[in-house]
């Protein structure tokens, strides 16, 4: 039986399975992700927030990196939150930066500025009826994106989630609150 994996080399991982386990996933159909043996064994990724440069060359260094782009060219759905966009994209604005390049956009890296840190606000997502809330840390935009890719939510006319077919990014983090509304709608991927 698949398993739904979460990436947990770094970050806040553990986070991402409470809120599977709170949107009713059963905790042995979960798997953290550190090996590729772990990697065989999900037939979806999580992606969580973190810090993508440690998190880049963890994934070269241990080959997990090729392992889950081969996954992703054979279909396999990823979502990333906030790092995990950043690991998706294709270019980091400003930087040479080691990336799975999977996800058709440029994204800039703490682009809503040194002084703010964090914060949370209310965010309409293309398919929602209501909108989240959006917790923004450190968090990452959507500079320029491709034809195929669909823009999901934007905030201060900043695109902040997008879809590209079975890649879904999002700079916020829906697994810091008790919404599993994004977490439930993944599994339909
Ligand atoms: N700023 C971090 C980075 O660039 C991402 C922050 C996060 O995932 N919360 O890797």
Known sequence: MPQIGVLAVQGDFEKHLEAFVRAGVAPSDLREVRVQEDL???DRLVIPGGESTTVGLLLQRFGLGEA?????????????TCMGMIMLANRV??????????????????AFG?????????VEVKGLDEPVMGVFIRAPIVT???????????YEDKV???????????????E???????????LTF
């Open 40 to 42: 065989d064994a999900v």
């Open 114 to 122: 040194a002084q703010v840190h964090s914060f949370e606000d209310a």
């Open 93 to 110: 604005e400003g930087r040479d930066q080691w990336t799975l390049g999977l996800l058709d956009i440029t994204v800039k890296r703490n």
């Open 144 to 154: 320029a994106y491709g034809s195929g890719v669909d823009v999901l939510s934007t």
């Open 160 to 174: 902040v989630a997008v879809r590209q077919g079975h890649l879904l990014g999002t700079s916020f983090h829906p």
């Open 176 to 186: 810091l609150t008790t919404d599993t509304r994004l977490h439930e709608w993944f």
């Open 68 to 80: 889950i782009q081969a996954r992703a060219q054979d279909g396999m759905p990823i979502w990333g």
